[in-house]
């Protein structure tokens, strides 16, 4: 029997693997919206055209092992393992007794051993890891200390959703039976964007620096004492970054300047500066970020491309990003928070449907897209 697969970070796919998902996500998105549209909105034509969601997780239960608080990744989790016919089992810090009575090894085998996943919400990363070493089945970083996959997947799908924004055409076929079927047009190509990171260096911008440069995008990084500072890329991830060539060709600049690190900017992301178990340090925190607060006036002055887009994993605090930002035509921030759903579902239907992170099984073959992730 094959070794179950696992998900801990997007370092550890490669560049066809992140497409293939990429791929599978806007299909599962544009495939499913329509079964959840109101009775009767949809013409019996486009009706006869749906088909049912990939049903790979029927019968299956899959184990949401969270040891932190968790908006859009659970709700993400459990509503699209419903989709794929499956059941989420929450087991929450004060449901069981990991980390009371119990090892997080013999835990990790005895939720392995009645469920057929496990996404897992943990602290340090060595947890996740440990989790991955003992689990029968696959297991998937639902967020650690270091890392957190889902979330960059979903923050890629919606800059290629909104490409047109870059200039490109997101109309990809002139086919009328594929204008008819909407939900079958291929996902829209993304061109080299350069993407300014505002910040403090946390989990998701550590995806982001081992994923985007990969993908042909520019990092501009800025955050208070540089790469090497307090607020820099820990050394297991910058170990990452180097193995992966992604600070090779000008993929990353690294500044302390927000400022300079907006110029030339397609796109502006930014991200807590206090992430949970670190209130205590907030006050020293603010002060160490003064005048990295995301605004128009820091991006006219930085010189941004005129038409940048803002991006935030959420949830936001006023003090990252200013309401006319966050709450304007600019901000992708809730589009990102949507699509959370499905590159989880993207990632459940592979991982824990069919243990195959390829797409040899789930890889759906759209026209004019056939062997755009294979052949990438």
Request: hydrophobic content about 40%; glycine content about 8%; overall charge negative.
């Amino acid at each position: 029997m094959p070794s179950p697969p696992r998900l801990l970070t997007l370092a550890d796919l490669s560049v066809p693997q992140i497409k293939r998902l990429l791929t599978h996500s806007a299909y599962l998105k544009n495939n499913t919206l329509p079964w959840l549209s109101t009775h009767g909105s949809l013409s019996f034509k486009r009706a006869n055209d749906l088909s049912l969601p990939s049903q790979s997780l029927f019968g299956k239960s899959i184990a949401l092992l969270f040891s932190k608080r968790s908006t859009r990744t659970r709700v993400a989790a459990e509503s699209s393992t419903v989709l794929l016919g499956g059941r989420a089992v929450f087991l929450g810090r004060e449901d069981i007794q990991l980390g009371v009575n119990e090892s997080l090894r013999d835990t990790t085998r005895i939720v392995g051993g009645m469920c057929d996943g496990i996404f897992a919400r943990v602290g340090e990363h060595s947890e996740i890891e440990e989790i991955a070493k003992y689990s029968p089945v696959p297991v998937v970083n639902a967020l650690s200390s270091l890392w957190h996959p889902t979330q960059v997947l979903a923050t890629l799908l919606t800059l290629h959703e909104h490409a047109n924004a870059f200039g490109v055409n997101s109309s990809t076929s002139t086919d009328a039976s594929q204008k008819r079927l909407a939900y079958k047009v291929p996902l829209p190509e993304l061109p080299s964007l350069t993407i300014a990171y505002v910040g403090d260096s946390a989990n998701v911008f550590h995806d982001m620096l081992v994923t985007f440069p990969r993908l042909g995008h520019k990092l501009r990084v800025a955050t208070p004492g540089g790469r090497e500072g307090q607020y820099g890329a820990p050394t297991a991830v910058w170990d990452r970054v180097v193995e992966l060539e992604c600070d090779k060709n000008d993929g990353i600049w690294w500044g302390t300047n927000p400022k300079e690190a907006v110029q030339g900017a397609d796109v502006v992301i930014t991200d807590t500066w206090i992430s949970m178990g670190q209130e205590a340090e907030a006050a020293q925190r603010y002060k160490d970020f003064e005048g990295f607060q995301v605004t128009e006036e820091l991006c006219r002055v930085g010189g941004a491309n005129p038409g940048w887009k803002f991006m935030h994993c959420l949830p936001r605090k006023q003090n990252e990003v200013d309401d006319e930002v966050f709450y304007g035509p600019r901000s992708l921030a809730f589009q990102e928070g949507d699509n959370r759903k499905w590159t989880t579902m993207a990632v459940f239907d592979a991982v824990f449907g069919h243990w195959d992170l390829d797409g040899d099984q789930w890889l759906t073959k759209l026209p004019n897209n056939e062997g755009a992730a294979e052949n990438a």
